[in-house]
């Protein structure tokens, strides 16, 4: 007899999940960018994904979590105190999953309207901005590349590279075209 094994959802995961009207409210507002839930019971919170990834990390996905309506239920912030600020959301950008070595974002949020502003902005312009940074400060430290405004189709066109800057400009101009 073939087992059915359904898929992981908040509805089997978190089943006690207090604001799973939420969840499906955020899933629903993030459906234009591809968002998927990835909940799993093994983990504090439920959270929303979009993998995001590249040759050298496939599995690099952009997170969102989101804790427990009632801050009592939450496992990171069951004994906040009065007066702290209760960061309900945490948006994530990692490439490997549980590499903190590998992120590129980790930002906490209040409300549901931050982390959609935050998303919105992510994909019309801030993640390009993160990336410039990001590229000016390698190419700053690479000394045998003496063009320090040239973009990364022209560093690995035109410069003799070590494996390593290969792997960094490939990779960088692939999150670049996303």
């Known amino acids: 007899m073939t087992q059915v094994i ?17 969840f499906n409210n955020l899933l629903n507002k993030l459906d234009e960018h591809d968002f998927m839930d990835e909940c799993w019971h093994n983990e504090a919170m439920p959270h929303v994904a979009k993998i995001m990834g590249t040759e050298k990390y496939p599995d690099r996905a952009l997170r969102i979590w989101m804790d427990w309506q009632d801050h009592q239920w939450s496992e990171l912030h069951h004994d906040l105190k009065e007066g702290q600020t209760y960061y309900r959301f945490n948006i994530h950008l990692q490439g490997e999953y549980g590499d903190d070595s590998t992120t590129e974002i980790n930002k906490d949020f209040e409300t549901m309207e931050e982390v959609l502003e935050f998303v919105d902005e992510f994909f019309k312009s801030k993640y390009h901005s993160l990336l410039v940074d990001q590229w000016n400060e390698w190419l700053g430290k690479q000394g045998n590349i003496d063009n320090k405004e040239a973009d990364a189709q022209e560093v690995i066109t035109c410069y003799t590279l ?13 999150r670049w075209e996303q």
């Not at 959802?9 to 207090?18: L, V």
């Not at 494996?163 to 960094?168: R, S």
């Open 6 to 22: 359904e898929q992981r959802s908040i509805h089997n995961q978190f089943p006690n999940f207090d604001d799973k009207e939420g």
């Open 162 to 174: 070590t494996e390593d800057q290969k792997e960094f400009v490939t990779d960088f101009i692939e």
